[in-house]
């Protein structure tokens, strides 16, 4: 079991930047990829980035390409989600997901379904205003 609660979250204007965290707690939550996922009002959850259990190999979603970076300290078993230059598109509930195998990816199988990750975060909601 996974416990994952994410943290960081809040009110922001256009071109600003927030940091999020996810601190996880459980046997395996250091070897596992994570990735950071959001959800507009509306809208059906989407996946924003993820990274591998080693913390190499990220990879984005087009949106956040270039605005967004993820990173994890292993060792304070955090995954964070640094946005920069914040659109008011960005605006969702952020989720902090953690995968079940220790397989890592490859670049022809990363993981960016929901059904591919099996713990979830309470979410942190995150407002760009314009």
């Known amino acids: 079991q996974v416990l994952l609660v994410e943290s960081g979250g809040g009110l922001v204007q256009a071109g600003g930047s927030l940091r999020l965290s996810c601190a996880a707690s459980g046997r395996t939550s250091s070897s596992v990829a994570m990735g950071w996922f959001r959800q507009a009002p509306g809208k059906e959850r989407e996946f924003v980035a993820v990274i591998s259990g080693s913390g190499g190999s990220p990879y984005y979603s087009d949106s956040v390409k270039g605005r967004f970076t993820i990173s994890r300290d292993n060792a304070k078993n955090t995954v964070y989600l640094q946005m920069n230059s914040l659109k008011p598109e960005d605006t969702a509930v952020y989720y902090c997901?953690?995968?079940?195998?220790?397989?890592?990816?490859?670049?022809?199988?990363?993981?960016?379904?929901?059904?591919?990750?099996?713990?979830w975060g309470q979410g942190t909601p995150v407002t760009v205003s314009s």
């Open positions: 997901a953690a995968r079940a195998t220790r397989r890592d990816y490859s670049d022809y199988d990363i993981p960016k379904n929901t059904y591919e990750y099996a713990y």
